[in-house]
Every structure is written in C-alpha cells, then in structure tokens.
C-alpha cells in the first residue's frame, strides 16, 4: 500500500498568513480536509506542547498550526478540541499559558483539554512488548478523528521526535515516565498500536536539532509535512532530516510490526531533495547501547518494578560508563530533576547522582533545562 506524504515549502516563514496557506494546501495535497473529517465529527489537536518553552525556541509547535487546523475543521462542520498532557512535572497550565495555548484556545472558543487530568480507560496492546496495557484518556478513545500536530526535532534518546512520538504525549503523567523506564523506542511503538492519528500535519518551519527535545538548537526550515499515517510521516521526515529511518530504532522496529517500508511513502508536493537538510542528531554509543540492552534482556522484569536495588542495570551502565553525571558547574539546584527521578537517585546538595540507585531512564538529562546532565556515551553527530 502506498501512503502518500505532502511537503510544501513556504517562501516566507515568518509570514503567518503565508503558513496558513501552507498548511492549507498541504493537507490539499492528500485529498482535502473533507476526506478525513466528517460534518459533525469530535476532532482532537494533538500539538506538541511538552514543555514550558514557547514556539520561538522549536521546543513546541507553532500557535499558528492550531489556529489554522481550528477553522479548517469548522469550515468541514466538524467540532475541534486541543488536548495534551505535558511532559512529567511540567504544569499544563504554565504550559499552555507560556506556549500561548490558552490565550489561543479562549478567542477561537475551543476546548483546552489536559490529558494529564481526564479520565482515563485501561486498553489492551494488541502485541504489546513494552506495554501490555496502557492507560488512555477517554477522551482520545472516544474521538472521531485525531490530528498530530508535531514538531519536527531531534530527541538525544530516539534520535528524532516526530508524528509517532507525539502521540506519547497522551499518556497520563506517571505513565509518560514508564514508557522511559522499560525502553522508550518499543513503547513509542506500542503507544502506535492503540492510538493512531487520522491527518498529521508537522510544524517543520522552526525545527529543533541538536540536543533536543526541549532544549536544542532551532533551525529555519520553512517546510510543512502532512500525511495519513504516522509512521509514514516519520520515515519521509527522517529523510529529510538526513537520516536513515532504518538508523531510527522506533522507525526501524514500527517498519517490521506495522510492514511499512521507506519504499510504501511517496512525497508529493515540494520534492525532498529540494527540502532535504542533514541536521545535527545525538547519538548513542556502542557502549551506552550494550548497556541498556543487556540489562533489558537480563533483569527486565526487576527493571519494569522500579526496584534498583535488584536491578544489574546500576552496575552494566557504571562499568560502561554509560551514567548520567551532574556537571556541578553548570547546575543551579533548581530541583527539576530530582523532583522527576522515579528512584530518588539524585542527591540535590552534592549535585551527584547515586550510581547504585540510577536505572538510567535519562529524565532527568531531558527535563534539566540548563543542559547540566551529560551522559558521556551519548554524542551528537554534527552536520556533514
Ligand atoms: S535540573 Fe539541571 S540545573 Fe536543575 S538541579 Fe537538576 S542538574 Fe541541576
Ligand atoms: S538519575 Fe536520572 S537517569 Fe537516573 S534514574 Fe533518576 S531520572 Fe533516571
């Protein structure tokens, strides 16, 4: 089956009205809105608002993909809701006050749902390896269709974070941090298996490289990706951002469970070549991989429990050198990340952590907002 992904390159990227066009034809490509969404239909935005960092800093997606998607699926008689549920201990309304959400959301009058505080449903994975089980909002279960709208970025764990990461962002709080603790690539994979989006339309004007997710270098791209398919989207924009989707580990396991290959995605629109930009990607080494996955396949069931005392993960990754480490210099005691450690293993006032308690779920190194937590094995290949 063919699954047919759309580029259009904007001429101008800071010209709001030229984005809304844009994205507008973006998503003509495919077919037009009214083939997705039906007249009466309860649509869910999902953007990425992970954290408390405004468009302007490509951590988050651009107001203007909302704002656009909101009068796209009126003008199809259908009702839109915004929902996401921000990145651990990052407080929704925080976010969605500094990402501009809220004050979006209140003059288009549209709902603004926090996925980290809705009822939720406990569903089965259907070939669940890292999730068995997955708790998901009822609100999403209950939807019509649901709309991605990611950013297009690097992520210093999964290489990239695109159209099939977001949809991470539905789990509710403590579960977000499971998904780190028992292999973030399988259950970004497994969270496919339950929730698949109906249009995805990727906010690739400001996107992020480097260390992302939250707080990398932004690039100017201008481009606009759309698609029916996630995984198709993420392996037409990991070509575009110069990597091999079989490079992706997420990418490359979704490949063989879901039987899409690069082959199946045919680019429609601006042509890749013409778009194609070899970003800066992190990238684990041999030695952090050996690590990890040893201690995955020897004590996953200890691991899974949160139970580092019986864990061998503590003493794989400290002979690896695969730990996180504080850089004291850097650090300002804010808190962050030992506020988010799901095994107390930082020790705020020495600025250390504990080898013999960390299980190297690496939420820590994602949430410090001043880059202060490095993991030595983790590099980042720089432009070509
Ligand atoms: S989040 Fe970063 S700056 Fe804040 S206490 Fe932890 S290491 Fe230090
Ligand atoms: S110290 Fe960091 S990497 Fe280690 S368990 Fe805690 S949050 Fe995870």
Not at 16 to 21: A, C, G, L, N
Not at 30 to 48: A, E, F, Q, T, Y
Not at 164 to 190: C, F, T, Y
Request: charged share 25%; glycine share 6%; net charge positive.
């Amino acid at each position: 089956m063919t699954h047919v992904v759309s580029f259009v390159k904007v001429k101008d990227p800071l010209d709001e009205v030229e984005i809304k066009h844009a994205i507008s034809s973006s998503v003509d490509l495919l077919g037009g809105l009214s083939s997705i969404v039906r007249k009466d239909d309860r649509v869910i935005l999902k953007p990425n608002l992970e954290a408390p960092r405004h468009a302007n800093t490509a951590a988050t997606t651009s107001m203007v993909f909302i704002e656009r998607l909101v009068e796209l699926i009126r003008l199809a008689g259908a009702r839109p809701i915004v929902a996401e549920g921000p990145f651990m201990n990052y407080d929704a309304k925080t976010v969605f006050t500094l990402t501009g959400a809220e004050e979006l959301c209140r003059g288009l009058d549209v709902e603004l749902v926090n996925l980290n505080d809705t009822e939720t449903v406990e569903v089965r994975v259907p070939g669940g390896k890292a999730h068995k089980k997955l708790r998901i909002p009822r609100i999403i279960l209950e939807a019509d269709k649901i709309v991605n709208l990611p950013k297009m970025k690097t992520h210093h764990l999964t290489s990239l974070t695109c159209s099939m990461k977001n949809l991470k962002g539905i789990l509710p709080g403590r579960d977000k941090q499971l998904s780190h603790v028992r292999g973030l690539d399988q259950a970004i994979v497994d969270i496919n298996k339950v929730v698949q989006s109906d249009l995805i339309v990727v906010d690739g004007i400001l996107a992020m490289q480097g260390r992302g997710p939250t707080f990398g270098d932004s690039i100017q791209l201008g481009v606009i990706i759309a698609g029916t398919n996630d995984l198709a989207v993420d392996i037409a924009c990991s070509q575009m951002m110069g990597l091999d989707p079989d490079d992706v580990k997420h990418l490359r396991i979704a490949m063989q469970e879901f039987s899409i290959r690069p082959g199946d995605v045919k680019v429609v629109g601006t042509p890749l070549e013409e778009v194609k930009t070899q970003f800066n990607v992190p990238r684990e080494s041999w030695t952090y991989r050996f690590a990890q996955r040893s201690a995955h396949i020897l004590d996953r069931q200890v691991y899974q429990q949160f139970r580092p005392e019986k864990s061998i993960y503590p003493l794989l990754s400290g002979l690896f050198g695969a730990h996180p480490r504080i850089d004291a210099a850097k650090c300002t005691v804010c808190g962050i990340c030992a506020k988010s450690c799901p095994v107390d293993a930082i020790d705020l006032p020495k600025k250390k952590i504990l080898a013999s308690k960390c299980i190297d779920c690496l939420i820590c190194s994602e949430l410090c907002p001043f880059q202060a937590i490095q993991i030595k094995s983790i590099s980042e290949r720089k432009n070509a």
